[in-house]
């Protein structure tokens, strides 16, 4: 079946323009994750969606960033007003969440690497 | 706060050696465990998942154990290939299944 999906693959903007990133889970997964990879700091949690639970926004790194899951299946990352920092590849991973007191697989999605110029 | 260590950072072996990678975690309260493998410019693919409640899971040539009592994790691939390089992660979740990455070994199989 499909796997995860993340569009674009590629996105370079300038500083300061607003970015949205596209990430299209396994059919079914109730969860979904944001994470980010970037040279200085390896990969690192952003957000989680769990069913119609509220989102857990603990990783978000600045008020600039936020994402919404709509229908419980597409998910956008918003960054807003973009800095050179933020440059790095955003990756989405989707799984079937928590059930009977275990924490099922995530698959992860190919990324989107973002370029701040 | 879960710190999770990877030792080493990198390893070059001759084609056909055993190896084994090391992950460490600092909170031994951990659900569970996974491993994953990155190809350079490309995302992340799942090897092996352990559940807490779990000792070993194995899949073809890899065999990944965890101990929780000494918080560790490791990934024992038998007759490395030359198509076995690339980087190794190894990740631990909590309750809410987000999970917390270790550095990665980035291992080079040399025909």
């Known amino acids: 079946g499909a796997g995860v999906s993340q569009s674009p693959s590629n996105k370079v903007t300038e500083k300061g323009k607003d970015v949205e990133l596209r990430c299209d889970p396994i059919?079914?997964?109730?969860?979904l994750y944001w994470y980010r990879q970037s040279l200085g700091q390896g990969l690192e949690f952003l957000i989680y969606?769990?069913?119609?639970?509220?989102?857990?926004k603990s990783g978000l790194p600045s008020d600039r960033f936020s994402a919404e899951r709509t229908g419980g299946s597409v998910s956008t990352l918003t960054i807003q007003r973009t800095q050179q920092e933020d440059s790095a590849v955003y990756l989405c991973?989707?799984?079937?969440?928590?059930?009977?007191?275990?924490?099922?697989?995530?698959?992860f999605g190919p990324g989107t690497r973002l370029t701040v110029l | 706060k879960q710190e999770v260590t990877q030792i080493p950072a990198a390893l070059s072996v001759p084609e056909g050696e055993n190896l084994v990678l090391n992950c460490s975690f600092t909170?031994?309260?951990?659900?569970?465990l996974q491993w994953f493998r990155q190809d350079p410019g490309k995302g992340l693919t799942s090897l092996l998942l352990?559940?807490?409640?779990?000792r070993e899971q194995t899949s073809g040539r890899l065999n990944a154990s965890l101990d929780k009592s000494s918080g560790r994790s490791t990934l024992y691939i038998a007759a490395s290939q030359p198509g076995d390089s690339a980087t190794y992660l190894c990740?631990?979740?909590?309750?809410?299944?987000?999970?917390?990455f270790g550095q990665g070994t980035t291992l080079q199989v040399k025909p």
């Open positions: 909170d031994s309260a951990i659900y569970n």
């Open positions: 969606f769990q069913g119609n639970s509220a989102p857990d």
């Open positions: 059919s079914g997964h109730t969860a």
């Open positions: 991973a989707s799984s079937l969440g928590v059930g009977g007191g275990f924490i099922n697989e995530q698959f």
């Open positions: 352990i559940q807490s409640s779990q």
């Open positions: 990740a631990f979740s909590g309750n809410t299944g987000k999970l917390i």
